[in-house]
């Protein structure tokens, strides 16, 4: 939702602010690439560890297996080196970066129901993308929730819009729609779940910070760690629960006693993903921008 909002508002403003699509690409390589291949590379030592440094079938097949995850597990996250549930070891967490990466290159296409008129070179990009997203099967009720931000990128574009969304029933509204998803449903990808997140995230994108929550500076902070956070928690937990502790061990505790384990690593998640947001996503922010200002 988040990246369906800041990209379609791209495409609503291009006719004041014409997308340089070469620019567009290079921002978003370098935001998204450095973290990731951080985490593949601590993934892939962890698959080492629990292989005992052996190789479990040929070369080629491996070396097969970890081009599918560099390739951002567009193709797939198979196993690595015949361990079991590698994606286990990120939490199953890259599913999502694939779709991004599909939605990404679908923008060119998206652009021309904004009346806009990309390059050749940019169409090819579109045309690819649609490739892929048929190659990879996407399910459409993920992509589908993409244009929950294109809903919420065309509302805050209404001055009356902003006004309601900032008002305290919006505040409740909001808290209303999440709490009901969460309580009554296991997916937040049904129809149903999908509208109430849809209602939530506009009158937010709206301007509404639920009752200063989301304007206080531990927020703010915690959001700019979000993608760390998103991408160390499996690590973190899988590091945890299998070197850590025992296995064994886990499956006597208590509710309580979980739960308070998670709690202590909280902490200690934020630590990490502080690091690794001023030492590997900045530096990355950064060095894509100033080469994208490059780019003609």
Same mark, same amino acid.
């Given at each position: 939702?988040?990246?369906?909002?800041?990209?379609?508002?791209?495409?609503?403003? /291009?006719?004041?602010?014409?997308?340089?699509?070469?620019?567009?690409?290079?921002?978003?390589?370098?935001?998204? /690439?450095?973290?990731?291949?951080?985490?593949? =590379?601590?993934?892939?030592?962890?698959? /080492?560890?629990?292989?005992?440094?052996?190789?479990?079938?040929?070369?080629?097949?491996?070396?097969?297996?970890?081009?599918?995850?560099?390739?951002?597990?567009?193709?797939?996250?198979?196993?690595?080196?015949?361990?079991?549930? *590698?994606?286990?070891?990120?939490?199953?967490?890259?599913?999502?970066?694939?779709?991004?990466?599909?939605?990404?290159?679908? %923008?060119? @296409?998206?652009?021309?129901?904004?009346?806009?008129?990309?390059?050749?070179? =940019?169409?090819?990009?579109?045309?690819?993308? @649609?490739?892929?997203?048929?190659?990879?099967? =996407?399910?459409?009720?993920?992509?589908?929730?993409? %244009?929950?931000?294109? *809903?919420?990128?065309?509302? #805050?574009?209404?001055?009356?819009?902003?006004?309601? /969304?900032?008002?305290?029933?919006?505040?409740?509204?909001?808290?209303?729609?999440?709490?009901? *998803?969460?309580?009554?449903?296991?997916?937040?990808?049904?129809?149903?779940?999908?509208?109430?997140? *849809?209602?939530?995230? +506009?009158?937010?994108?709206?301007?509404?910070?639920?009752?200063?929550?989301? +304007?206080? &500076?531990? &927020?703010?902070? !915690?959001?700019?760690?979000?993608? +760390?956070?998103?991408?160390?928690?499996?690590?973190?937990?899988f590091i945890t629960f299998n070197f850590v502790l025992s296995p064994i061990d886990l499956l006597s505790y208590s509710s309580d006693q979980y739960w308070l384990?998670?709690?202590?690593? =909280?902490? #200690?998640?934020?630590?990490? &993903?502080?690091?690794?947001?001023?030492?590997?996503?900045?530096?990355? %922010?950064?060095?894509?921008?100033? !080469?994208?200002?490059?780019?003609?």
């Open positions: 939702m988040i990246t369906g909002f800041l990209f379609f508002t791209k495409l609503f403003d /291009a006719h004041k602010h014409p997308i340089s699509w070469k620019k567009l690409y290079i921002s978003r390589i370098f935001r998204i /690439a450095p973290l990731y291949y951080f985490t593949i =590379a601590v993934l892939l030592i962890i698959v /080492a560890i629990l292989s005992r440094g052996e190789l479990n079938g040929p070369l080629t097949d491996i070396r097969h297996e970890i081009w599918r995850w560099i390739q951002f597990t567009v193709f797939g996250a198979p196993n690595i080196n015949g361990i079991e549930h *590698t994606a286990l070891i990120v939490a199953g967490v890259t599913w999502s970066i694939a779709y991004e990466w599909v939605f990404y290159l679908l %923008l060119p @296409l998206a652009s021309l129901a904004f009346g806009l008129r990309p390059s050749k070179k =940019a169409l090819f990009v579109g045309i690819l993308g @649609l490739g892929i997203g048929i190659s990879m099967h =996407a399910d459409l009720k993920l992509l589908g929730v993409f %244009l929950s931000g294109l *809903t919420a990128a065309a509302l #805050v574009r209404s001055d009356q819009f902003r006004a309601i /969304a900032k008002r305290k029933i919006s505040s409740l509204i909001c808290i209303l729609c999440v709490v009901i *998803t969460v309580e009554f449903f296991d997916s937040a990808y049904y129809l149903l779940p999908t509208l109430l997140l *849809t209602v939530s995230f +506009s009158i937010i994108a709206g301007g509404n910070d639920l009752f200063g929550i989301l +304007s206080n &500076s531990l &927020s703010i902070n !915690l959001g700019r760690l979000s993608y +760390s956070i998103y991408l160390m928690h499996g690590l973190l937990l384990l998670i709690t202590v690593m =909280a902490p #200690v998640l934020i630590f990490i &993903s502080t690091l690794t947001f001023h030492f590997i996503e900045q530096p990355g %922010l950064k060095f894509g921008v100033k !080469l994208a200002n490059k780019s003609k």
